[in-house]
C-alpha cells in the first residue's frame, strides 16, 4: 500500500503525517528540522511512500535538495495553494498542518514548485544585496535633501559625486546641520562604494555566461536585467510555451469570468517582483533611450500613442520576457528587422 506523507516545517520542529491511499492517518510525530531525522522517520514508518510534501518557505530549498538527495520523492508546493486548501480547519496547528499535506499528497490537488538550483540561488542572492544597497542609497539621498530642504537649501538634480559636493557646498555656512548631514553622507559613500564592487561581480558574472550575452543583445537588456532573468527561470524547459513567461512574471491581466459577470483588470503582479521590475526598466530604456529601430520598439509606440506610455512599457515588458525565453530555447541572438521589411509586411 502506498504513504503519502505531508511536512510541516518550522524553524527548530517538523510535524510530520503518513496517510494511506484513503486518506486514513498512519502515523504522526514530530522530528528535528533535520533532513536525516525527518528521512530516517518517514523510511522506518512509510516503506512504500509515494510522494513527501512540503510547503514553499525559507527553508525549502535547502529542505528540498537534501531530502531529494536522500532518496526521498519530496515535491515542494505553493503555499498559497496550501493555504487555500487547509483555511477550512477549525484549529490551526502544526499538526492538523502537516495532516492537511499529506491528504493533498494523497489526493493529487497541489501545483508542483520548480526548485532552482544553487548556481540560480547565488546569482539572485548577488542581484538581491545590490538592490538593496540601491535602495539605502537612495533612501539616504531622500534623507539629506530633507534635512536640507528644510533651511531652504536644494541640491536639485545631481548624480554620482556631483551629488556629495553640491550637498557639501550647502554645509559650508552651517555647521549644526553639518553635524547632522556629514554622517548620512559618509554612509552614502560606503554604500556607493560597496554598489560599485557588486555592479563590478555583475560584469564578471554577465562576461562569463554565454547565454547572458546573448540576452544582452536584446535593446534595453542589460546584464543586471540578463544574469536576473537567467537565475530566476533556472530552465526554459520548465516552460512548454514562451508566452507563458509574461504570466510568470505577472505581466499579464488578472480575469474574473462567472455566470454573466466577466470582466479584465490590471496586471497580476504575481511571480518574482525583482525580475517583473528590471523587465519594466528594460522596456522603458528600449522606448524612451534606443535610438535604433525595431518592430518590438515600434510596437511599443504604436500602442504608446494609443494606450499611453505606461501601458505601453507593461506590453513591451511582456513581450521581452516571451523573446528572451524564445531566444533561450532557440539558442539565438536578437534578430533585428528592417524598417522596410516591417512595413511591407504590415
Given at each position: ?21 484513503t486518506?486514513?492517518i498512519?502515523?504522526e510525530?514530530?522530528v ?11 523510511q522506518?514508518?512509510a516503506p ?11 527553508t525549502?530549498?535547502?529542505l ?6 536522500l532518496?526521498?520523492?519530496?515535491i ?7 493555504k ?6 477549525i484549529n ?10 499529506a ?8 501545483k508542483?514548485?520548480h526548485?532552482?538550483?544553487n ?5 539572485k542572492?548577488?542581484?538581491?544585496s ?5 535602495k ?5 539621498e531622500n ?5 536640507l ?20 557646498e550647502l554645509?559650508?555656512?552651517?555647521p ?7 554622517p ?5 559613500e ?34 543586471i ?22 504570466a510568470?512574471?505577472?505581466l ?16 497580476s ?6 525580475l ?7 522596456a522603458?530604456?528600449l ?8 518592430a ?9 500613442k494609443?494606450?499611453?506610455?505606461r501601458k505601453?512599457?507593461v506590453?513591451?515588458?511582456r513581450k521581452?520576457?516571451?523573446?528572451l525565453h ?5 539558442g539565438?541572438?536578437f534578430r533585428?528587422?528592417s ?8
Amino acid at each position: 500500500m502506498e504513504h503519502y506523507v505531508g511536512l510541516d516545517v518550522s524553524l527548530k520542529l517538523t510535524a510530520i503525517c503518513i496517510v494511506d491511499q484513503t486518506g486514513k492517518i498512519v502515523r504522526e510525530g514530530m522530528v528535528p528540522s533535520d533532513p536525516e531525522a525527518i528521512a530516517g522517520f518517514v523510511q522506518s514508518h512509510a516503506p512504500h511512500v509515494a510522494r513527501v510534501g512540503l510547503e514553499t518557505g525559507a527553508t525549502a530549498t535547502w529542505l528540498w535538495n537534501e531530502l531529494n538527495a536522500l532518496g526521498l520523492p519530496v515535491i515542494c508546493i505553493d503555499a498559497r495553494h496550501a493555504k487555500a486548501a487547509l483555511k477550512m480547519q477549525i484549529n490551526k496547528n502544526d499538526r492538523n498542518d502537516a495532516a492537511g499535506l499529506a491528504r493533498i499528497m494523497q489526493c493529487g490537488w497541489y501545483k508542483q514548485v520548480h526548485v532552482k538550483d544553487n548556481g540560480s540561488h547565488a546569482i539572485k542572492a548577488l542581484l538581491s544585496s545590490r538592490a538593496l544597497l540601491v535602495k539605502l542609497k537612495r533612501d539616504l539621498e531622500n534623507q539629506i535633501r530633507g534635512l536640507l530642504k528644510n533651511l531652504e537649501r536644494v541640491i536639485g538634480r545631481a548624480k554620482m559625486n556631483v551629488f556629495a559636493r553640491r550637498a557639501a557646498e550647502l554645509l559650508e555656512d552651517r555647521p549644526e546641520l553639518a553635524a547632522a548631514t556629514l554622517p548620512l553622507l559618509r554612509a552614502r559613500e560606503a554604500v556607493e562604494q560597496e554598489i560599485a564592487d557588486l555592479d563590478g561581480k555583475v560584469l564578471r558574472l554577465a562576461r562569463r555566461s554565454a547565454q547572458v550575452q546573448r540576452f544582452m543583445t536584446v535593446p534595453g537588456v542589460g546584464a543586471i536585467t540578463a544574469l536576473c532573468f537567467l537565475a530566476t527561470i533556472d530552465h526554459p524547459t520548465r516552460f512548454k510555451r514562451s508566452r507563458s513567461v509574461g504570466a510568470y512574471a505577472g505581466l499579464t491581466a488578472r480575469g474574473y469570468a462567472s455566470g454573466e459577470t466577466d470582466w479584465t483588470g490590471r496586471i497580476s503582479k504575481c511571480g518574482d517582483t525583482m525580475l517583473r521590475s528590471y523587465l519594466y526598466e528594460a522596456a522603458n530604456v528600449l522606448l524612451t533611450r534606443v535610438a535604433k529601430w525595431s518592430a518590438l520598439k515600434a510596437r511599443g509606440l504604436r500602442l504608446a500613442k494609443r494606450s499611453g506610455l505606461r501601458k505601453a512599457k507593461v506590453a513591451v515588458a511582456r513581450k521581452l520576457a516571451v523573446i528572451l525565453h524564445r531566444m533561450w530555447m532557440d539558442g539565438t541572438d536578437f534578430r533585428w528587422s528592417s524598417q522596410e521589411a516591417d512595413q511591407q509586411a504590415a
